[in-house]
């Protein structure tokens, strides 16, 4: 896949989407929006790719959204540009296989908006994250809102999206905001090592752990588990459910294809 603001690359059903606009942070602008959509898209439906990992190019994540985009938008206008954020960011978070944000510097706004529309993040003991969205005149307005509360509880999003200050990675992930925080210099070996892992396991049963995971928020608990079971129970229709528990009765790895 060629694109003039991201770089994807493919190995081993790993794929690496990586923001490049590292003159301006990565920050987003809509041409950039519109091919993250087209990105996740296209590795969605890729049958080859078990796991996806986001990162950045350069000293940042995102910095952000590109506020020289913004800085002049209607009310109209900037309803338009959140929603085209919305669509870009739900093909990461409602994407059939896993997605592992790689957070090597600044993520502020936007750009921790992407991480956090992510199913894991691991950061770099250097990164930053926060929400300076209020000190613009502004609210987060690509899921921020919404993500940070359900991961950090009501309290602590407010405190940190109100302020608009800037943390450390080591706070964001006492906060709950993140999985992992990793020395620098480890920080793609560790997430790698991760989707390593992940994209050695079944991968019918992880888009179906993911499904029941992500819709767990939204339903109540009779509905939850009556969703668990029904994906439980389609697993069992799957030749990698064989594979795995034949393997495992005969001591050897498991081969698993994603049928």
Known sequence: MEFKNLIVDKKDGIAILKFNRPKALNALNSETLIELKAAGEALNADKTIKVVVVTGEGKAFVAGADILEMKDLTA????????????????????????????????LGGGFEVALACDII???????????????GIHPGFGGTQRTAKLAGLAKAKELIFSGKTIGAAEAYEMGLLNKVVPDDQLMASVMALAGKI?????????????CVN?????????????????????????????????????????????
């Not at 994209?199 to 499904?211: D, Q, T």
């Open 76 to 107: 109209l206008e900037g309803m338009a540009f959140s929603a085209r954020g919305h669509e870009a960011f739900a093909t990461l978070e409602n994407m059939e296989k896993p997605v592992i944000a790689a957070v090597n510097g600044f993520a």
């Open 215 to 259: 819709k767990s928020l939204s339903l109540d608990n009779k509905e939850g588990l009556a969703l668990e079971a029904k994906d439980f129970g389609l697993c069992f229709a799957t030749k990698d459910q064989k594979e795995g528990m034949t393997a495992f009765v005969e001591k050897r790895k498991a081969t698993f294809t994603g049928e």
């Open 199 to 211: 994209a050695a396991n079944g991968p019918f049963a992880v888009r179906l752990a993911k499904e």
């Open 122 to 136: 691991y950061a770099s003991d250097r990164a930053k994250v926060g929400f300076p969205e209020t000190t613009l």
